[in-house]
């Protein structure tokens, strides 16, 4: 697999902001779905915002219009932007990538099948 990394997470007031980054190896050399997935606790995994190396970025509508995820293909870093943080933002959150032969990236989290170790964000009031 590709080995991801997270980083960027720590504890932010709301209405702030914050930026997570993700480290990996391999996947602007061929066609990739990257994407950012946060899980909070007692909750499903659930997707925030996904790409192709390739194709355009989508977002789950609860973070529509305050958070955008970019890709450095150069340095291989996969980021996430996170303006305007809310509580219910609280989660940790998870980088993860798939080989892909098109541009079609499910915001389904079990399809996807590399994923980093988590990095925990926690916004308070």
């Known amino acids: 697999g590709v080995p991801l990394v997270e980083s960027g997470g720590g504890s932010v007031q709301a209405g702030g902001s914050a930026r997570l980054s993700c480290v990996g190896s391999?996947?602007?050399?061929?066609?990739?779905?990257i994407g950012w997935f946060r899980q909070a606790p007692t909750k499903e995994r659930e997707w925030v915002a996904v790409?192709?190396?390739?194709?355009?970025?989508e977002y789950a509508d609860s973070v529509k219009g305050r958070f955008t995820i970019s890709h450095d293909a150069a340095k291989n870093i996969l980021y996430l932007q996170m303006d305007s943080l809310r509580v219910d933002d609280t989660a940790k959150y998870y980088c993860?990538?798939?080989?892909?032969?098109?541009?079609?990236?499910?915001?389904?989290?079990?399809?996807?099948?590399?994923w980093g170790q988590g990095t925990q964000v926690t916004v308070s009031s």
């Open positions: 790409m192709a190396t390739n194709g355009d970025p």
């Open positions: 391999g996947y602007s050399e061929s066609a990739y779905c």
């Open positions: 993860a990538a798939r080989a892909v032969s098109g541009r079609y990236c499910s915001n389904f989290w079990k399809w996807w099948n590399n």
